[in-house]
């Protein structure tokens, strides 16, 4: 059973830069692909970034490259999603989910572990 804690959210102005950690406990870190995802008011929540076990691989949404950076460091227990060049329509509750499999976690699903999410607030 893994446990997953999201930080580093917050209110900021746009263009400014924040970095979410996501941290683990209750497993083998290095066993689990981990994927950040996010969710705005009304609507579906979406695929942000993903990582493979080792950190040596990653996958972006289209809309995310650029500008958001995943990395992870296993020692630590912690998965990362660097945000740069924010924009309003990046506010949502951010949510990291483990899996314990060698594939990229791009898409939601419920048996997955999951974070209780961060708020990141983006004004104009």
């Known amino acids: 059973q893994v446990q997953l804690v999201e930080s580093g959210g917050g209110l900021v102005q746009a263009g400014v830069s924040l970095r979410l950690s996501c941290a683990a406990s209750g497993g083998t870190f290095s066993n689990y692909a981990v994927g950040w995802f996010r969710q705005a008011p009304g609507k579906e929540r979406e695929f942000v970034a993903a990582i493979g076990r080792s950190g040596v691989g990653t996958t972006y949404a289209n809309s995310m490259k650029g500008r958001f950076t995943i990395s992870r460091d296993n020692a630590k227990n912690t998965v990362y999603l660097q945000m740069n060049s924010l924009k309003p329509e990046d506010t949502a509750v951010y949510y990291c989910?483990?899996?314990?499999?060698?594939?990229?976690?791009?898409?939601?699903?419920?048996?997955?572990?999951w974070g209780q999410g961060s708020q990141v607030t983006v004004s104009s």
């Open positions: 989910a483990a899996r314990g499999s060698s594939m990229y976690i791009t898409r939601k699903n419920d048996d997955d572990y």
